[in-house]
């Protein structure tokens, strides 16, 4: 049985996934129907921040040579995307990235839009349109609002695919990055290493430390199944199974809080990407992030984790998203929370169900009844309603069944409405209705309407009926359900 108590509630949750939201790539954000997925989204959830890669690719037309063969800048491209961010009501999460060819010292080139990923030939160059760049910004929208900002340099460094240098090139990068910033204003964030798995964050703090370079925030990335990239050999992995994630989040944090109390950590990617195994690692075709199961993993992850980072940034918001081409089927298998049409996938209502938990959160005392691994609650209490959130993650190298509960309110005896939703297959996850239709690569318009239809939530309302002793609720959870009840 799982008790609500009824002592005074504590404070709301924080909410860090409501900080920041991605898109693949600027270039990507210029197309009309990602433009109007991520206002849609924005729309339902608030998010303050927008990251993204490759705002200084060679697509947006930034750096250019002039007919005497000097460098020159134009800002007219990343002015729309700016503009468009601002009109929605969020501020870039500025990315500064990837090298502009005329920059670079090598050729080495990333994803199927060939982004450069060679450090700078001139270090010198990368710091004068650094400047440039965030001068335009300051004179455009203004130092309050750019000092509201924060400015991440470069992606996943680690990564021999996303930076071609070594370590002791990226600290030249970084610090050519932060003087160029600082130089316009002191008072802007800056930060990194914007690292896989997440690396390099004692390294980064040590450098800083002893260069006295500034660090304003911490940035670095996880999925769920870098468990599996980490630990080839699962015999020598430590972490329970289903907890690899949320131990080292954890991890992090207790690394920040001993060598620089107070330094905003901030999850720059995530999301529910999955897997069983090593073999079966994929990051390009991988419906973990489509389905079912990604609903429970995004309700678990974000309630375990409210305490432990000012952001995770969920990537991404749509399926319009070019990294490995744009996307023609209905669902592609690897990251947006809404499809290529905008329908929303199981994920974005996991994310619908947490932006409820409205009001002061409520102790939820558990006893010692077996439950699933995945199995995770939490309550909160708004003036006379009460919310509570249930979600059973299957654990996908351990499977496990059903979750039954039994939900007790201690509530005076009476009448009570309740109002239960539920994200389950075929309502609230539409990718399992759409892989019974046969997985149709071209929907006609009754199909995706029947798709769209799908993709909400079991919604039913009762009248419940507490006793002397008050209010118990019997729940049942399939494997991958997640269930709200107010």
């Given amino acids: 049985m799982l008790t609500l108590d009824s002592a005074v509630p ?6 860090p996934w409501r900080n920041a939201i991605a898109v693949g790539r600027a270039f990507d954000l210029t197309r009309a129907d990602l433009q109007q997925h991520l206002a849609d989204v924005q729309r339902r959830f608030g998010y303050r921040f927008c990251r993204f890669h490759a705002v200084f690719d060679d697509d947006m037309q930034v750096v250019v040579q002039r007919p005497d063969g000097s460098l020159g800048y134009q800002w007219r491209n990343v002015d729309q995307l700016y503009d468009f961010l601002l009109s929605i009501g969020l501020k870039p999460f500025v990315e500064l990235n990837p090298m502009p060819r005329l920059l670079a010292s090598g050729t080495q080139t990333m994803f199927d839009f060939e982004m450069n990923v060679a450090p700078p030939k001139d270090p010198a160059q990368w710091e004068a349109l650094v400047e440039a760049f965030l001068r335009h910004c300051v004179a455009r929208y203004g130092i309050a609002e750019v000092r509201s900002w924060y400015v991440e340099v470069w992606n996943e460094p680690n990564l021999a695919g996303f930076w071609s240098g070594t370590k002791e090139d990226y600290w030249v990068l970084y610090d050519a990055s932060v003087r160029a910033v600082k130089r316009v204003d002191a008072q802007i964030r800056m930060g990194g290493p914007a690292t896989s798995k997440p690396n390099w964050v004692e390294d980064m703090i040590e450098h800083c430390d002893r260069t006295g370079v500034a660090l304003d925030l911490l940035s670095t990335h996880l999925y769920q199944q870098d468990e599996h990239v980490a630990y080839p050999d699962p015999t020598v992995n430590s972490h329970q199974r289903g907890m690899f994630f949320i131990d080292t989040v954890r991890e992090v944090q ?21 897997c069983k195994d090593t073999k079966s690692v994929d990051w390009t075709y991988n419906p973990s992030n489509d389905n079912l199961h990604g609903a429970a993993v995004v309700v678990r992850t974000c309630l375990k984790l409210d305490a432990a980072a000012d952001t995770l940034c969920w990537r991404v918001a749509s399926d319009i998203f070019a990294e490995s081409g744009i996307a023609v089927s209905p669902f592609r298998m690897t990251y947006g929370m809404v499809t290529v049409h905008g329908i929303p996938k199981a994920t974005g209502r996991a994310f619908e169900f947490l932006a409820r938990l409205q009001g002061p959160v409520v102790l939820v005392k558990a006893d010692a009844q077996a439950r699933p691994r995945g199995a995770v609650w939490a309550a909160t209490r708004d003036g006379d309603r009460q919310r509570i959130l249930l979600a059973n993650q299957v654990i996908l190298d351990a499977p496990e069944g059903a979750w039954k509960e039994t939900v007790h309110l201690d509530l005076p005896a009476g009448a009570y409405r309740l109002i239960s939703t539920r994200i389950t297959a075929g309502a609230g996850s539409c990718y399992e209705s759409w892989l019974a239709r046969g997985a149709p690569q071209d929907l006609s318009p009754a199909e995706e309407a029947l798709l769209r239809a799908q993709s909400e939530p079991q919604w039913a309302a009762s009248l419940v009926l507490a006793g002397p002793a008050g209010l118990d609720l019997p729940v049942d959870l399939a494997p991958g359900d997640v269930l709200f009840l107010e």
């Avoid at 504590?10 to 909410?15: D, G, I, K, L, N």
């Fill in 10 to 15: 504590s404070a709301p949750f924080r909410h």
């Fill in 254 to 274: 207790a690394t920040v809080d001993r060598l620089r109390p107070g330094l905003e950590i901030h999850w720059t990617e995530w999301n529910a990407m999955s």
